[in-house]
């Protein structure tokens, strides 16, 4: 029997590291209270310094005072596996012995990364590792980031060394995945790090999951881990499709999406080091994604706010949080817009919204009394004969080329944009109470090469979505374009 015992299991969030935005230090206050708040949501470990904790942004130094903050706050709590991989075997053997001495219960070391050793090298070094440190190893295979795979055939040979207790596996092939399963699940703990794959990942006979989302959502996760292990697997299915968008999101914004998600939750973990940054690394629009799907969950509160138009006075609900005016008085203009989607996928919405009786009215008929050759505005509606309410009108920025054309692009863009409008006014981001009175007009771009019907509809479903709550919230303000002028770009720039 091996001396080492420990056998990592359950839910463990790979955790953020919180930097002050000014300077990107490291804000130890802000680190202890997520430490503090993911142990009182019941998670089975804590895994600092990892890929979602930015570890190859840090210096050495920075890195140790972080598994120190965890360690010390944790105060043996839960199990805390530290990331100690380098991209050579004696800087991983020297971060490695310095986690021990913190006192760390077990290391997670990534494959060494940009010069990309083989199998033999790989196998080396990780036998190198586990014979010059004392303490139980995780190996960890995240092929995406590293452009290194550890084949399975080196796993198999790996755990027959006391040292290795286990393997995250991040690769996101549920193939490889489950040869680790039939190879060498019995003599360690293999984990799931791909957030999408959980389920499929705790049905087959993996022992737990390391992940980043687990940060924002450990609850529904620790409860999908415990559907699964007492053969609840109907309510498991429906709790993995519940979340399956959101860890789709953020499995591709990695640790920007994650630290979005707990900034509006009110977790305060500050923003991530360049050149990680918003705008690029996580888009505007998938950052409004991510507020809709934890709005889905409960995880951020619904709002009440009171509209005003004309002598009217009304009381919605609203999504939003932290940025919504309490009381929404002129709808003279509101201005929106929202890009989703890249090149001949991409969505482009430009609208107005205002009072009939106001600008936006007059422009409104204007639109389709007298319109420019070319931009014809359309009414939108839902089925024939069946006019959205706000009345709203669509005018291509991009002039269809033929009836075919515009059936197979500006059709869905246009079928879009109704279920966009009236999806908010179920919301309550548009009053329904005032559907009589204010109007919309939406520029829509289409990318002349779109040819998917389905994605020009959903791109367009989001990007209209995501411009009518922009306009209500008056985001972005002069101050949040000042601050984000150096990260915009437009979404052809470096197009062919």
Not at 7 to 30: H, Q, W, Y
Not at 234 to 261: D, H, P, W
Not at 367 to 385: D, F, S, W
Request: hydrophobic share 40%; proline share 5%; with cysteine.
């Amino acid at each position: 029997m091996s001396k080492f015992k420990f056998r990592p299991e359950g839910v463990m969030p790979a955790l953020v590291t919180p930097f002050n935005k000014d300077d990107e230090s490291i804000n130890e206050e802000n680190l202890r209270n997520l430490v503090n708040h993911l142990i009182a949501q019941g998670v089975t470990g804590l895994v600092p310094v990892g890929t979602t904790g930015e570890f190859v942004n840090m210096t050495f130094e920075e890195r140790l005072k972080v598994i120190e903050i965890v360690v010390d706050e944790t105060n043996g709590r839960v199990p805390v596996i530290a990331g100690t991989g380098e991209s050579g075997t004696r800087l991983t053997i020297d971060a490695t012995k310095a986690a021990t001495d913190i006192g760390v219960d077990a290391v997670l070391i990534v494959t060494p990364y940009y010069l990309k050793p083989k199998a033999k090298g790989l196998y080396d070094h990780y036998f190198t590792v586990a014979e010059k440190t004392d303490i139980p190893i995780l190996l960890y295979n995240i092929p995406a980031c590293t452009g290194v795979e550890l084949p399975w055939t080196v796993v198999e040979d790996l755990v027959d060394i006391d040292n290795i207790v286990g393997i995250k596996d991040s690769s996101g092939d549920y193939k490889y995945f489950s040869a680790l399963l039939e190879k060498v699940s019995d003599k360690i703990s293999v984990l799931i790090g791909w957030d999408e794959n959980v389920l499929g990942a705790l049905a087959g006979g993996a022992a737990g999951c390391i992940l980043g989302s687990a940060n924002v959502i450990p609850k529904i996760w620790l409860e999908i881990y415990d559907h699964v292990k007492n053969n609840r697997l109907e309510e498991a299915q429906y709790l993995q499709k519940k979340v399956q968008k959101l860890a789709r999101l953020l499995i591709n914004s990695g640790a920007l999406g994650v630290k979005s998600c707990l900034n509006l939750m009110k977790i305060p973990v500050g923003t991530t080091r360049q050149p990680l940054i918003l705008g690029d690394a996580l888009s505007y629009e998938i950052k409004d994604e991510l507020r809709v799907e934890l709005e889905k969950l409960g995880l951020i509160k619904k709002k009440e706010i009171q509209f005003e138009i004309g002598k009217k006075s009304l009381t919605s609900r609203f999504y939003a949080v932290g940025i919504t005016p309490e009381k929404i008085t002129d709808f003279k203009l509101k201005v929106g817009e929202s890009l989703v989607g890249e090149r001949a996928e991409l969505a482009h919405i430009d609208l107005l919204i205002g009072e009939k009786k106001g600008p936006v009215g007059n422009a409104y008929a204007q639109a389709l009394t007298n319109p420019e050759e070319g931009r014809e505005g359309l009414q939108v509606i839902l089925e024939p004969n069946m006019q959205v309410k706000p009345a709203t009108i669509m005018i291509p920025t991009v002039r269809p080329t033929s009836l075919r054309h515009a059936s197979l692009t500006y059709g869905p863009a246009q079928a879009a944009i109704a279920k966009a409008v009236m999806q908010c006014v179920e919301d309550g981001i548009l009053p329904k109470e005032a559907a009589d009175d204010i109007v919309l007009i939406v520029n829509v771009f289409v990318h002349p090469s779109a040819s998917a019907r389905k994605r020009v509809f959903i791109n367009n479903y989001k990007a209209t979505r995501n411009a009518i709550r922009k306009a209500i919230e008056g985001v972005p303000t002069v101050d949040d374009g000042l601050e984000n002028a150096e990260n915009a770009r437009h979404p052809f720039r470096n197009d062919p």
